[in-house]
């Protein structure tokens, strides 16, 4: 059902080489060149620019591969909605990497131990990238931290705010809260600055004419359970979402302070296309989420 010259054209964007698509398609390579040479010849467009030793997209051909895994991933969907309306529900989720960390696949476990007849996988991502997948129905649904445009639809999870995260044996656990001007004096691991998190601390920052430049940042990365070791290891602090150290927190690995005269608060979304057809699965996870959380307090 799904044209070929589109899936020749998604390998060889993939492998940027016309002979191991070939390879990758089981076909010859001049199949793969005639496919190519089809699509330009019916869309009017250059998809490739041939290099020594390398093919790459045109800016038509990339928005021609964006259209090509939607068209894949729509077929996908529909193969998967009849699979379901014959057997089982199997969804895609969309996590953040603050999610990974937090107590949402407790709570998609705690779901799937009362359902049988449903199954999930969980992608991981940046914010941007599971808007995308989103759009492209890649995903079934996500959790985010933020909204932004698109035809997307929002169901409000939870409340969130980013917290100072410290060593429980550090003196600065002796305060209430942190200053920003104690945390220049401090060892910063943060978040890349694509992600969510970090682009809030940053943007607060920028709202009190201070600049993340005038802080002694000696590592970033995404890993958020990386970061949460290397402060117990005492390598420094971070800024980090507050749900994703409740459980370090309540068993005294970690110790969290808020940072004064900064602005840190989000909310949480599960977010989900009008395609989607299962909203009260959406609501019974935020019911078992809002009891998961409960039961912390």
Request: glycine residues 4%; proline residues 2%; contains cysteine.
């Amino acid at each position: 059902m799904i044209d070929l010259r589109l899936l020749t054209l998604i390998a060889v964007a993939e492998e940027r080489n016309f002979t191991k698509a070939a390879e990758k398609l089981n076909l010859t390579q001049p199949a793969v060149s005639h496919h190519i040479k089809d699509l330009e010849d019916e869309l009017n467009t250059q998809l490739f620019i041939r290099k020594k030793g390398d093919t790459v997209l045109t800016p038509g051909g990339e928005i021609v591969l964006n259209y090509a895994k939607r068209f894949l991933a729509m077929y996908d969907k529909l193969k998967q909605e009849l699979h379901e309306s014959r057997k089982k529900i199997n969804l895609k989720i969309g996590i953040t990497h603050t999610a990974e960390s937090n107590k949402t696949t407790e709570v998609i476990g705690n779901f799937l131990k009362n359902h049988s007849d449903v199954s999930m996988t969980i992608i991981s991502g940046s914010t941007a990238d599971l808007f995308q997948k989103i759009e492209n129905y890649e995903v079934d649904f996500a959790i985010v931290d933020q909204k932004r445009g698109g035809n997307v639809n929002y169901l409000p999870l939870d409340t969130d705010s980013l917290v100072c995260v410290i060593n429980p044996e550090s003196p600065l656990t002796r305060n209430d809260a942190i200053t920003v001007e104690e945390l220049k004096q401090e060892k910063l691991i943060l978040r890349l600055p694509t992600s969510s998190t970090r682009i809030l601390f940053d943007s607060a920052l920028k709202s009190i004419n201070e600049s993340i430049n005038n802080f002694n940042v000696v590592l970033e990365l995404d890993n958020v359970a990386t970061i949460k070791e290397l402060i117990r290891r005492n390598v420094g602090v971070s800024i980090l979402s507050k749900s994703t150290c409740r459980y370090e927190v309540s068993n005294k690995k970690l110790a969290i302070l808020p940072i004064k005269n900064l602005s840190l608060q989000r909310n949480i979304y599960l977010i989900y296309s009008d395609h989607f057809q299962h909203i009260g699965i959406l609501n019974e996870l935020k019911e078992i989420y809002s009891d998961t959380i409960s039961e912390e307090y």
